[in-house]
């Protein structure tokens, strides 16, 4: 029988998996490879990704119906083919498969609790979910809110290993003290660290419609600051005639109240820590509201550093969405510390 412990350890295997995962996924947008394998589980009608241009042009040809939003003139890159099959081959042939095994060894291991059963349970769940709406989103030619539903499944995923880790390491009684929140604070900041970690997500939510709908990224224009950044075409507030032409500032605008409600939630915090009270817990406040903060000057930067003839700097729209994936894991797992606690009275 494995021991607890060495699940404990695949579970933050899988974790680190699933981050990079998501790390080639935001490679895969900046370098406009979303389209590059047309088909799925293969692509372009193969198993590989050295896929030349004049293969590129026959596939097309027999497969005219699955023609993408590019045209059947396009040609991908082998580097964009690449991208998009090693994304695959890291969820299908290595995550989705140990997530099972995972799966199979708690639920054989006498030690296992029903809560660590129910959480693998998920996770198993959740990543045959994830490859349906892989799935989708290649069908649907990276429509915007296919691409937002599969980077919302894989940050839930993410969400549902933190809670098996945590999970098991209640039934070895080894909850590390950096994650062991005092049930006080636990019922004081819970309602915040909720409130926080949706603002978190809708954040992530809106900023997929600006990165994936044509030429949202410059709806507020590209002349510096302060007309493009930190107001739109010159102005603070524009009337919304249209949801995703304007997702910009649509993303701007929620990105500034969800930064307020931050640091409001960190000045509540150091009176905390004045006080003597809070605990480790005040510090996932100040690491969160950090990253956030971080966040937005990243997303001002990717405005400002605008050139006419490189156009964006799109490596920062990768470190962009990675810290905001970042920010919502780090107060899932805070999340998750408080609700054990007021769960455990």
Same mark, same amino acid.
Not at 184 to 211: C, D, Q, Y
């Given at each position: 029988?494995?021991?607890?412990?060495?699940?404990?350890? #695949?579970?933050?295997?899988?974790?680190?998996?699933?981050?990079?995962?998501?790390?080639?996924?935001?490679?895969?947008?900046? *370098?406009?490879?979303?389209?590059?394998?047309?088909?799925?589980?293969?692509?372009?009608?193969?198993?590989?990704?050295?896929?030349?241009?004049?293969? &590129?042009?026959?596939?097309?040809?027999?497969?005219?119906?699955?023609?993408?939003?590019?045209?059947?003139? @396009?040609?991908?890159?082998?580097?964009?083919?690449?991208?998009?099959?090693?994304?695959? /081959?890291? =969820?299908?042939?290595?995550l989705g498969p140990l997530v099972l095994l995972n799966w199979y060894l708690l639920r054989k291991n006498?030690?296992?609790?029903?809560?660590?059963?129910?959480?693998?349970?998920?996770?198993?769940?959740?990543?045959?979910? &994830?490859?349906?709406?892989?799935?989708?989103?290649?069908?649907?030619? *990276?429509?915007?809110?296919?691409?937002?539903?599969? #980077?919302?499944?894989?940050?839930?995923?993410?969400?549902?290993?933190?809670?098996?880790?945590?999970?098991?390491?209640?039934?070895?009684?080894?909850?590390?003290?950096?994650?062991?929140?005092? %049930?006080?604070? %636990?019922?004081?900041?819970?309602?915040?660290?909720?409130?926080? %970690?949706?603002?978190?997500?809708?954040?992530?939510? =809106?900023?997929?419609?600006?990165?994936?709908?044509?030429?949202?990224?410059?709806?507020?224009?590209?002349?510096?600051?302060?007309?493009?950044?930190? /107001?739109?075409? $010159?102005? #603070?507030?524009?009337?919304?005639?249209?949801? /995703?032409? &304007?997702?910009?500032?649509?993303?701007?605008?929620?990105?500034?109240?969800?930064?307020?409600?931050?640091?409001?939630?960190?000045?509540?915090?150091?009176?905390?820590?004045?006080?003597?009270? $809070?605990?480790? !817990?005040?510090?996932?406040?100040?690491?969160?509201?950090?990253?956030?903060?971080? *966040?937005? /000057?990243?997303?001002?930067?990717?405005?400002?550093?605008?050139?006419?003839?490189?156009?964006?700097?799109?490596?920062?729209?990768?470190? @962009?969405?990675?810290?905001?994936? !970042?920010?919502?894991?780090?107060?899932?797992?805070?999340?998750?510390?408080?609700?054990?606690?007021?769960?455990?009275?």
């Amino acid at each position: 029988m494995v021991s607890l412990e060495s699940s404990k350890r #695949l579970t933050t295997f899988l974790l680190a998996i699933t981050i990079v995962v998501m790390a080639f996924g935001g490679l895969i947008r900046i *370098n406009d490879a979303g389209e590059s394998c047309p088909d799925w589980p293969t692509c372009f009608g193969s198993f590989g990704f050295d896929i030349s241009p004049e293969e &590129q042009e026959k596939w097309w040809s027999e497969n005219p119906d699955e023609v993408d939003s590019r045209g059947s003139a @396009h040609r991908y890159t082998t580097f964009q083919i690449f991208t998009e099959w090693i994304h695959r /081959l890291l =969820s299908a042939a290595v995550l989705g498969p140990l997530v099972l095994l995972n799966w199979y060894l708690l639920r054989k291991n006498d030690d296992s609790t029903g809560e660590i059963s129910f959480a693998s349970a998920v996770s198993v769940f959740l990543i045959v979910w &994830q490859g349906g709406i892989g799935w989708l989103t290649v069908e649907m030619d *990276n429509l915007h809110w296919s691409v937002a539903l599969h #980077l919302t499944s894989a940050l839930f995923f993410s969400t549902s290993l933190i809670w098996l880790w945590l999970s098991i390491c209640r039934a070895e009684e080894s909850v590390p003290s950096w994650i062991s929140f005092d %049930s006080e604070s %636990s019922k004081r900041w819970l309602t915040w660290i909720s409130l926080l %970690s949706l603002g978190a997500f809708l954040s992530i939510f =809106s900023g997929t419609f600006v990165s994936t709908q044509e030429g949202a990224n410059q709806a507020c224009g590209v002349s510096g600051f302060p007309d493009s950044w930190p /107001l739109c075409e $010159g102005e #603070l507030i524009k009337p919304i005639d249209d949801f /995703l032409a &304007q997702a910009k500032m649509i993303h701007r605008w929620f990105v500034g109240v969800v930064l307020t409600s931050f640091i409001v939630a960190s000045y509540s915090a150091l009176k905390e820590s004045k006080d003597g009270r $809070g605990g480790s !817990l005040v510090s996932w406040i100040w690491a969160s509201t950090a990253l956030y903060s971080a *966040n937005a /000057l990243i997303g001002a930067s990717y405005i400002l550093t605008y050139d006419m003839e490189e156009g964006f700097f799109e490596f920062l729209s990768l470190v @962009h969405l990675m810290l905001a994936s !970042l920010t919502f894991l780090t107060l899932a797992t805070a999340w998750l510390g408080c609700t054990t606690e007021t769960d455990g009275e």
